[in-house]
């Protein structure tokens, strides 16, 4: 049996391995000319990044084997220390209640904490409409703390106003890490302990978070194939079957046939990708659906440290990043001695000013930003770069949910198609989920031919029945 898998993310890669070890025919397909997807590191001669940190953290004891068992010696355990920074303090991330009211002044703490208590009086007598995040965030914490903490982040990381963003994106988040939990955890919580997801510890391997792509590329490659540079166009199928892909590697057309697809690829871009085209109403959803995407711009500084934190989040709108990390935080090997990076996250919508700007001038704004916030002087700077990233970040817009069911409910006609994976299923997942998500879609195939096996040996018959 052959599986075409369409990406080479983390998700499309760990359903490979699966198949393969089962010893299925398997041929992954990846548009970049690198495996990773997302979760893929940057090489600029000695220095690394990844696209926005990614720290690996799972609560999944069956993905930490998976992940401990491909990586072995290569991953460490790092502390997570992080920051936000309003105005000019730093507060702590999470929040620590002592260090917040004292940063925000005893006026503003005051107002926070009694507009949380008349938000957990009035959704104890009536059940508050819930459609956006901001109604999310303030039934449950009052309007002061939303606009503290949480406006001015969210808005920069989606590019919406909180109102057209919809509360089920908390809900997904939650399952994760949970902001509503460090809001409550840091103002009210008097015992110091932090939530669960907000341990103090995650895994990353020495050469950025890129080697788990790289190795299970490897693994897959002990048998089979992992196509990079090869972008999927069209899916054909016919009677509820998908029959091939074809797909566009230097320059030339190729056709790929398989008894089984796998699709990580953005689910907006899949839908597109059929033929025949799929009904109008279901693409119609899919111009719904958008996905946010993001700028890398990495500065490379000859200076051996700036700060010791894993990331720093920046909500002020006059400043062009959102977030900011250091990769020699997470392993000394991202830079050479003596020498270091800072990687800021620039959040947008493909097309836009921040998208289309060139990169001298993406570069040259973030330089200016970081020294204005006392981070680097500019004779420190030796070189930067410049990533643009397409699809990061599924946009859950009020009213999404329709249209994201429309589709699923028309792809989960196809018999041998599996989508997983986030631009995939247009779900937050982080890494843990998608390589989850892989694996669960490979065992979905292996349980299917299993039962395709035993229907066409056709029922037993017991030994010794007499007819
Ligand atoms: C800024 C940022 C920070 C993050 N931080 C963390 C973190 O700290 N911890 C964490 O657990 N998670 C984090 N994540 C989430 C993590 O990156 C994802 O969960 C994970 O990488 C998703 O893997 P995937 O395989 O599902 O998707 P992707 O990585 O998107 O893989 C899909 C692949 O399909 C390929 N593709 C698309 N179209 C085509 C086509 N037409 N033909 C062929 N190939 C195609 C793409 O090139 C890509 O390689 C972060 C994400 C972002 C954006």
Redesign the pocket.
């Given at each position: 049996m052959t599986t075409c898998i369409?990406?080479?993310?983390?998700?499309?890669?760990s359903a490979g391995l699966v198949l393969a070890r089962a010893g299925q025919s398997v041929l992954v397909?990846?548009?970049?000319s690198a495996?990773?997807?997302?979760?893929?590191t940057v090489a600029r001669g000695a220095f690394r990044f990844?696209?926005?940190?990614?720290?690996?953290?799972t609560t999944d004891r069956r993905i930490e084997a998976f992940l401990r068992e491909l990586m072995g010696e290569e991953l460490a355990r790092v502390a997570r220390r992080s920051k936000i920074l309003l105005g000019d303090t730093y507060f702590d991330y999470p929040l620590r209640p002592s260090k917040a009211i004292r940063g925000l002044g005893v006026a503003a703490a005051a107002r926070m904490l009694s507009g949380y208590a008349i938000a957990r009086l009035k959704s104890r007598v009536r059940d508050p409409r819930m459609i956006s995040l901001e109604d999310w965030v303030v039934s449950r914490f009052g309007r002061s703390l939303f606009r503290a903490f949480f406006k001015g982040y969210s808005e920069k990381v989606w590019g919406i106003d909180c109102r057209r963003i919809s509360a089920e994106w908390v809900e997904q988040r939650i399952q994760?890490l949970s902001l509503g939990a460090v809001i409550r955890n840091a103002l009210f919580a008097s015992s110091g302990k932090t939530v669960a997801t907000l341990a103090g510890e995650?895994l990353y391997p020495a050469l950025g978070i890129g080697r788990i792509a790289d190795r299970l590329q490897e693994e897959i490659e002990r048998d089979n194939r992992v196509r990079t540079g090869?972008?999927?166009?069209r899916l054909a199928h016919r009677d509820g079957r998908i029959q091939s892909l074809t797909?566009i590697e230097g320059g030339r057309a190729r056709v790929v046939e398989a008894e089984e697809f796998v699709s990580?690829?953005?689910l907006t871009?899949l839908v597109e990708?059929l033929q025949p085209g799929a009904p109008a109403d279901v693409r119609a959803a899919a111009s719904r659906l958008r996905y946010r995407d993001?700028v890398?711009v990495a500065v490379m500084l000859d200076r051996p440290r700036v700060t010791d934190q894993t990331w720093i989040y920046v909500p002020d709108p006059e400043v062009p990043f959102g977030?900011l990390h250091e990769p020699t935080n997470w392993s000394e090997r991202m830079a050479p001695p003596g020498q270091t990076l800072l990687v800021t996250?620039h959040f947008c919508c493909r097309g836009d000013a921040t998208w289309r700007a060139r990169d001298e001038d993406l570069a040259e704004r973030t330089v200016a930003h970081l020294a204005r916030l006392g981070f680097i002087s500019r004779r420190e700077v030796i070189a930067s770069a410049v990533v643009r990233?397409p699809?990061?970040?599924p946009l859950f817009e009020v009213g999404y949910r329709e249209h994201h069911e429309r589709i699923c409910a028309y792809l989960g006609r196809f018999r041998n198609l599996e989508i997983?994976?986030?631009?995939?299923t247009f779900k937050y997942?982080?890494?843990?989920?998608?390589i989850a998500?892989?694996i669960d879609a490979a065992e979905r195939i292996l349980g299917r031919q299993g039962r395709e096996r035993r229907e066409d040996r056709g029922t037993p018959v017991l030994a010794g029945t007499a007819r």
């Open positions: 369409l990406g080479g993310g983390l998700a499309g890669l397909v990846e548009g970049d495996v990773g997807g997302l979760a893929r990844d696209l926005g940190g990614h720290r690996f953290f994760g995650f090869v972008r999927v166009e797909a990580t690829i953005p871009s990708m993001l890398v977030r996250e990233v699809r990061a970040y997983a994976g986030r631009g995939g997942l982080n890494m843990d989920h998608a998500a892989g």
